[in-house]
Nanobody, 121 residues
Framework: QVQLVESGGGLVQAGGSLRLSCAASGSIFSINAMGWYRQAPGKQRELVATIYSGGSTNYANSVKGRITVSRNNSKNTVSLQMNSLKPEDTAVYYC???????????????WGQGTQVTVSS
């Protein structure tokens, strides 16, 4: 069994900062991409940021310059440092990872349970 467990959401004022963390656990052989998505009420889930095992990253245009994704390959963790938060960043944030389980045979997508981020104006 593979699990992704998130932590770090909460309520913050506009202009503030939050840090989200996600840990992958279980029978994991390898992890390719890890990242974060978010879903605001009434909207579709959207990509926030992705980081690959080699360290390359990809960000949504709306968060570039304000949000930084990082990972620790030895601990199977991914983090999201969010600065200069805006009310429009309010959403449930989901950790995502592309994982090859120990039993194989293919990589598959895994999701965390989601953590609420609320930015007040």
């Amino acid at each position: 069994q593979v699990q992704l467990v998130e932590s770090g959401g909460g309520l913050v004022q506009a202009g503030g900062s939050l840090r989200l963390s996600c840990a992958a656990s279980g029978s994991i052989f390898s992890i390719n991409a890890m990242g974060w998505y978010r879903q605001a009420p009434g909207k579709q889930r959207e990509l926030v940021a992705t980081i690959y095992s080699g360290g390359s990253t990809n960000y949504a245009n709306s968060v570039k310059g304000r949000i930084t994704v990082s990972r620790n390959n030895s601990k199977n963790t991914v983090s999201l440092q969010m600065n200069s938060l805006k009310p429009e960043d309010t959403a449930v944030y989901y950790c995502n990872a592309n994982i090859l389980p120990s039993g194989g045979p293919f990589y598959r997508q895994y999701w965390g349970q989601g953590t609420q981020v609320t930015v007040s104006s």
